[in-house]
């Protein structure tokens, strides 16, 4: 499963759902939803998520987990994210939990442990 987290801003004000948060599209003066979306290798989009809007990236991801178990009956998932959603913490206390394997990026201070 492909795993990727984006927001946008609104410019209303009734969506329960929308908090101020960081926005990548530097408009912090209005209130966002952040969307999380799950996609097969082949790259269709199988779930949605929206989340609200003052949700970190990372903390998404057990949302996601439990929402595959639930509704799909897959017997091997490997999850694929950048390093800024699957996080040491999130392979820790979410992905190693759930016997998930997963594909992610190193920081660069990894990246030089693990070249010395």
Same mark, same amino acid.
């Given at each position: ?12 004000h009734r969506c329960p ?15 966002q939803l952040v969307i ?9 989009? %199988?779930? $949605? ?5 003052? !949700? #970190?990236?990372?903390?998404?991801? @057990?949302?996601?987990?439990?929402? /595959? ?8 998932? %490997?999850? $694929? ?5 699957? !996080? #040491?913490?999130?392979?820790?206390? @979410?992905?190693?939990?759930?016997? /998930? ?16």
């Open positions: 499963m492909l795993y990727d987290v984006t927001s946008t801003y609104l410019e209303g759902l929308a908090h101020h948060g960081y926005n990548g599209d530097g408009r912090s003066d209005r209130p999380g979306l799950l996609c097969a290798s082949d790259g269709c989009p %199988v779930p $949605v998520e929206v989340f609200e809007g003052n !949700t #970190a990236d990372p903390t998404t991801v @057990a949302a996601q987990i439990t929402r /595959l178990k639930q509704r799909y009956r897959l017997r091997h998932v %490997v999850m $694929v994210g950048d390093r800024g959603i699957l !996080t #040491a913490v999130r392979i820790e206390q @979410a992905l190693r939990l759930a016997e /998930l394997d997963w594909i992610t990026a190193l920081r660069a201070t990894a990246i030089k442990q693990l070249a010395a």
